[in-house]
């Protein structure tokens, strides 16, 4: 029996896993699929199904491997289908995590510098909490409002049928939401 090869930092090469390398994928399995866990599990707060879609999202890299344009690094790609595949999730479920705002950013950076990675992450962290904060001085009918569409991006329909709501009104406050927020964020970002 052959040993398979071991990974190396520079695996896997996108030309090796669009011809279907079997090792390029084992690789980016190896190498991507505890962060790729965390980040999921982040947005899920489940860990069954995190590992679920981490699985899917391999399965279904490997599907798409040929429409990857290589405009970003492979794990960005991969990281984006996980994303979608969670976020799909959370919409059948009916369920959100918050958190994932919270980190999303972080999880995302590129492995390179390390302090470059902890300067963004920092910065993600800040404006996170900004916005964060600034959610928080909303008026609740304000924030549920915000909170359906554009956190939970549920459509105009869906929010007004959750909160009771016509549709216009669900417009009304997320215009009158959004207005609020950017005057919040604008006197901070100026202090």
């Not at 398979?4 to 669009?18: G, I, M, R, W, Y």
């Not at 918050?98 to 950013?105: A, D, G, P, S």
């Not at 510098?113 to 609740?140: F, G, N, W």
Request: aromatic share 6%.
């Amino acid at each position: 029996m052959e040993m398979p090869q071991p990974c190396t930092s520079e695996d896997p090469k996108v030309d090796a896993l669009k011809a279907g390398s079997e090792h390029a994928f084992r690789c980016l399995f190896e190498q991507e699929r505890d962060r790729l866990h965390n980040f999921v599990l982040q947005i899920v707060d489940d860990t069954d199904e995190a590992e679920n879609i981490v699985q899917e999202a391999f399965a279904e890299a490997y599907r798409q491997i040929e429409d990857f344009r290589g405009e970003a690094k492979v794990s960005t790609w991969l990281f984006s289908i996980a994303r979608h595949l969670a976020y799909g999730h959370l919409r059948k479920t009916k369920r959100h995590n918050y958190r994932e705002h919270e980190t999303i950013e972080f999880l995302l950076a590129d492995q390179g510098d390390a302090s470059l990675i902890t300067e963004k992450a920092v910065e993600a962290s800040e404006r996170k909490r900004i916005v964060h904060d600034a959610l928080q001085e909303l008026p609740d009918h304000y924030r549920r409002v915000v909170q359906f569409r554009d956190l939970e991006e549920k459509s105009t329909t869906e929010t007004a049928e959750h909160l009771g709501l016509t549709e216009v009104n669900v417009r009304v406050r997320l215009h009158r939401a959004r207005k609020q927020l950017r005057k919040h964020l604008r006197q901070r970002m100026e202090r």
